[in-house]
């Protein structure tokens, strides 16, 4: 099974800072890596598939990146609304495992 | 605009079976796409159960596959879970969610809103 490994776990920052995630593969999913917003108390939210697509209706500060093992997320200019928790995903082969989150809280 | 809605029961005894439903409205299931199951506990963190698609191709999680079944009723536009012989490291919050149209890629959007599932005697 393909392990994910996001850093950090917990993270604070203020609105309008530029904010990056890690995730890494336990071995290469090539660009099979997609990235997921929860708020408390609702369902995750797909923020960006195959590494670098944004899903329809979220914003452009949100980017990622990667190839291969590593990966990232950018959040360009964190707004009020961001704050949550991410997850990445792997795709390349089952099954299917996600990361174990990165928390985003105000600073 | 589709949107998945989970139902079952909340309470489940240990070692009998855990059934759920996911109804889908807004998009016909008979169409295409993928349709799958994934379940999140503070223990484990988010994990996918299995994934059907509109004709019955099903592939499951490894460690769950002796236990789960995922069924689809495209007449009544859902698709269904059972899990067998459930434990406590069953307890979760289980979410239905659709995957894209074809098997070429993996991905879970929209999800259901979850339903919490505790599995105590």
């Known amino acids: 099974d393909i392990q994910m490994t996001q850093s950090p776990s917990s993270l604070s920052a203020s609105v309008g800072d530029r904010v990056t995630i890690t995730c890494r593969a336990s071995r290469n999913i090539i660009s099979y890596l997609n990235w997921y917003q929860q708020k408390p108390g609702k369902a995750p939210k797909l923020l960006m598939f195959?590494?670098?697509s944004l899903q329809s209706g979220v914003p452009s500060r949100f980017s990622g990146s990667g190839s291969g093992t590593d990966f990232t997320l950018t959040i360009s200019s964190l707004q009020p609304e961001d704050f949550a928790t991410y997850y990445c995903q792997q795709s390349y082969s089952s099954p299917f495992s996600f990361g174990q989150g990165t928390r985003l809280d105000i600073k | 605009q589709v949107q998945l809605q989970e139902s079952g029961p909340g309470l489940v005894k240990p070692s009998e079976t855990l059934s759920l439903t996911c109804v889908v409205s807004g998009y016909y299931i008979s169409v295409g796409h993928y349709w799958g199951w994934i379940r999140q506990s503070p223990g484990k963190g988010l994990e996918w159960i299995a994934s059907?698609?509109?004709?019955?191709?099903?592939y499951y999680n490894p460690s769950l596959k002796s236990r789960v079944t995922i069924s689809i009723d495209t007449p009544k536009n859902q698709f269904s879970l059972t899990l067998s012989f459930v434990t406590a490291a069953d307890t979760a919050l289980y979410y239905c969610a659709r995957l894209p149209f074809d098997d070429s890629d993996n991905w879970f959007d929209p999800w259901g809103q979850g339903i919490l599932v505790t599995v105590s005697s």
């Open positions: 195959a590494v670098s």
């Open positions: 059907i698609d509109h004709s019955g191709s099903t």
